[in-house]
């Protein structure tokens, strides 16, 4: 196999003689370390250390170790004498397992299969479409750039100082601007009923004045993006609406905690489940302003 | 005169050249006439043939394989994972993978003692990345194994906290820890003192809390989760136990570091079925990930008995750790509690949502306790781990242990972290063991760090050549500062 190519050799009982040629490594196993500064070190080190700066030093010496420390043998064709034969360059290091296994896979041609199939593919599009783009926000900023995220897929975005909400028409069309603009700072985003997955969420970093956020309806929704929801907006947003997210559970509510300022929050149905009613009250323990609702 | 012959032959050939003879037990099997068993295998075929699909499938995953691909001893998180990997890589028809359990019912398994937690709060770029990979697979479970997988995930984050002594060690950790993609903020004395007032700051100087991507799970989910992942792609899970393995004297093979023609490889794994039969499977890869039970199965392959490079032994040792459960009459730390780990290692976390927490401290090396059994110590708790937890939170002076459990850390001695990698001497053996406590939260980059070091010829993804057995032949320990 390819690991074993480099340190291990099989040869023909005829080709026994010529191995005598090759020089093999001596090293014994209970070698001192290989680099001399390591073991002064720990010649000249006091016996009365505190735990902790012991662990500093320990810590210190980890991250001296390098990959080629702990090479102590050296693979066949680097040693002296040695190459590779011609026939090597017919073959590449690298190995295609996944191109064995797709030509190993029975092709099914069952319009179930097929569906399945396509539907994957739209998922990883629609994720790949949903990554985060440094040049827009590099261009844009960070408002203007979530906004224009947002807008584009059928959401919804206010910003502070105007009171009408930015969304595209029918013809595909919406007025944000095209440059960095410092003044507008976005007051609220409806996600409602939109293909949001995880990693769109990365889009809406650093909107530090966000009060108004929305997750209406949107399907892929779940503990996780609760996880990551509840860290990005934690400082600033007032209101929240997970209604209609059937995939967050009592333990995403949960999360919320970190929300400080956190006021109203729109849930299903409190009485899902006991532990669903239980984790609102213990939230409103710790927030008593919170007022979670159900319409 | 033919028997002087036979006896002068016997001294001369014979007994001067005693290691051209095998010197391994003698399988327990008796001898089938080839013909009878060739006739034997051909009537088990056509009455298979006749079978339906799903009959067949489940006949001969109750064969014993007398030789696979792959035979991986021991068959919780890390185990599975690897299997699991493994046959995601290559597809149904590409590997035989037969995995070797000891206790299907996983009674004494560290993975479903664990408390579950997944943090990304190290020290060592190795370990970042591997909870990292962990998280990243624990959310992507719906979509590998369909959508009624799940481990039950709560978000609530880790905090550690740290001394003056520790503080600055703490900062490092944090900063290298979000260059590498995890989420956390260092919080000072009035921080925490703000964020959860449960607790008492007076002796803590900073504490790191984790926003994003840590918390705990549920492992016993994500070890049947994934242990069918990996039987649904075609893996035989075999309930035996390891009792040896056969050699072959292979002079052909020529490696650095071992003297010409001495070489003696790994044929067959010995395996002990629970009714008592001893059977042989040929492999061509064999991978040790028996948790704490390691180093025994190590021993079996002469790993720290045998000369030269073999002599280093593998110091995976089993250690016992307690999980006390309690409960908290006063009002407890309520929903905002993360998995708070003390600087002194005592670490408690809430369970559900009635008051119920869970917690507990590994001792130290002069307390460290018998390991026969799972019996726990409840001394242990009033006398070091309540003093420690009462000081931290003032609720915690009136609480009352319910219950609790002992489950054993597969310890490594040398530096407490994993050992992941092929063996320096065996070519067809590899290692993943050794985790000391955080194992489960990178059994799923293990799993995919040692397939890809077995398929493509070497880690592609994350680099863990720093973890491999050869550190132990150099002599450099990867220590890792947070461990619990």
């Known amino acids: 196999m390819l690991h074993s190519d480099k340190l291990f050799r099989t040869v023909t009982p005829r080709s026994l003689q010529k191995t005598f040629q090759i020089c093999f490594c001596s090293t014994k196993v209970n070698d001192k370390p290989e680099n001399a500064e390591n073991s002064k070190l720990a010649k000249e080190m006091p016996k009365d250390l505190t735990k902790e700066t012991d662990i500093r030093t320990k810590v210190e010496l980890t991250k001296m170790i390098t990959k080629k420390d702990l090479q102590w043998r050296t693979p066949w064709h680097e040693k002296e004498g040695q190459h590779y034969s011609f026939l090597r360059s017919m073959y590449s290091e690298e190995s295609n397992t996944s191109m064995m296994k797709f030509l190993q896979t029975p092709i099914n041609l069952s319009p179930a299969a097929i569906k399945k199939w396509w539907a994957k593919k739209q998922e990883f599009k629609d994720i790949w479409m949903q990554q985060y ?49 410092a003044d507008k700072v976005l007051q609220a985003i409806d996600c409602s009923r939109m293909n949001l997955y995880y990693e769109g969420l990365v889009n809406l970093r650093n909107l530090h004045q966000l009060e108004w956020f929305s997750i209406n309806g949107c399907q892929h929704m779940d503990d996780w993006c609760m996880d990551r929801i509840s860290n990005i907006f934690s400082e600033s947003l007032l209101y929240l609406d997970v209604r209609d997210c059937p995939k967050i ?16 929050l729109y849930v299903d149905d409190i009485l899902c489940s006991s532990a669903f009613e239980l984790t609102c009250l213990m939230l409103q323990d710790i927030n008593p302003d919170l007022d979670i609702r159900i319409q | 005169m033919f028997s002087t012959r036979f006896t002068v032959f016997f ?18 099997e008796e001898r089938i006439h080839p013909l009878r068993r060739t006739i034997k295998v051909l009537t088990q075929d056509i009455k298979l043939a006749a079978k339906p699909r799903e009959e067949r499938a489940a ?20 185990g599975s994972s690897i299997a699991y990997f493994l046959k995601h890589k290559t597809g149904i028809n590409g590997l035989r993978i037969a995995v070797i ?110 926003l994003e991507k840590e918390g705990w799970f549920d492992p016993w989910a994500l070890l049947h989760i994934i242990k069918r992942g990996a039987q649904e792609l075609g893996t035989q899970y075999i309930t035996g136990e390891a009792v040896g393995f056969t050699f072959k004297d292979r002079e052909d093979i020529v490696v650095d570091g071992v003297l010409e023609g001495t070489y003696e490889g790994l044929d067959e794994l010995t395996v002990k079925l629970p009714d008592g039969d001893i059977k042989s499977i040929k492999f061509a890869y064999c991978i040790i990930a028996a948790g704490p039970e390691s180093g025994e199965v ?29 409960d908290c009459q006063e009002e407890g730390p309520g929903l905002n509690t993360p998995l708070t780990i003390d600087y002194t290692g005592t670490y408690f976390r809430r369970d559900g949502l009635g008051g119920c927490y869970i917690g507990g401290l590994s001792p130290s090396p ?10 726990v110590d409840h001394e242990y708790f ?32 040398f530096d407490e972290n994993g050992i992941i990698g092929p063996h320096p001497y065996y070519h067809n053996l590899y290692l993943a063991t050794g985790f000391s406590g955080h194992g489960i939260q990178q059994s799923p980059a293990v799993g995919r760090a040692i397939a890809e070091h077995i398929l493509d010829g070497g880690f592609q993804t994350i680099d863990l050549t720093r973890f491999g057995f050869d550190r132990l032949m150099v002599h450099k320990p990867m220590f890792e500062v947070c461990i619990v």
Not at chain 2, 11 to 16: E, F, G, S
Not at chain 2, 61 to 77: E, L, M, Q
Request: hydrophobic share 35%; with cysteine.
């Open chain 1, 133 to 181: 783009i440094p040049e827009r926000n590099e261009t844009l900023g960070n408002e203007l750039a979530a906004a224009h995220f947002v807008v584009h897929r059928d959401g919804a975005v206010k910003f502070f100082g105007e009171d009408r909400w930015i969304k595209k028409n029918e013809y595909n069309q919406y007025s944000l601007p095209k440059h960095y603009q």
């Open chain 1, 249 to 264: 559970t009592e333990r995403g509510i949960g999360a919320l905690y970190k929300m400080k300022k956190l006021k109203i």
């Open chain 2, 11 to 28: 001294r001369k050939v014979v007994l001067t050249n005693k290691r051209l003879f095998h010197n391994t037990k003698p399988r327990y």
């Open chain 2, 59 to 78: 006949i001969i995953s109750n064969i014993f394989p007398r030789h696979v691909d792959i035979v991986i001893i021991g068959g919780a998180a890390v």
């Open chain 2, 101 to 210: 359990e000891k206790d299907a019912t996983y009674g004494k398994c560290s993975t479903v003692l664990s408390v579950g937690g997944l943090r990304q709060q190290f020290s060592l770029p190795e370990n970042i990345h591997m909870s990292l990979f962990g998280a990243e697979f624990l959310r992507t479970l719906k979509k590998r194994f369909g959508d009624d997988a799940d481990v039950y995930f709560t978000p609530n984050g880790y905090l550690m906290l740290a001394s003056e002594h520790g503080a600055q060690q703490l900062l490092d950790n944090a900063k290298l820890q979000t260059q590498l993609g995890a989420v956390n903020v260092v919080l000072g004395k009035e921080g925490l003192k703000e964020r959860f007032p449960w607790m008492d700051v007076t002796d803590v100087e900073a504490g790191c809390l984790g």
């Open chain 2, 298 to 326: 190590a021993k079996l392959a002469k790993i720290g008995t045998g000369p030269g490079m073999l002599s280093v032994p593998l110091p995976v040792e089993r250690r016992k750790r307690y999980v006390y459960c309690f």
């Open chain 2, 366 to 375: 002069e307390e460290e306790p018998d390991t026969k059994d799972l019996e």
């Open chain 2, 382 to 413: 009033n006398e070091r781990v309540w003093p420690i937890l009462a000081k931290r939170v003032p609720a915690f002076n009136t609480i009352k242990v319910r219950s609790s459990w002992g489950g054993y850390y597969d310890y490594n001695a």
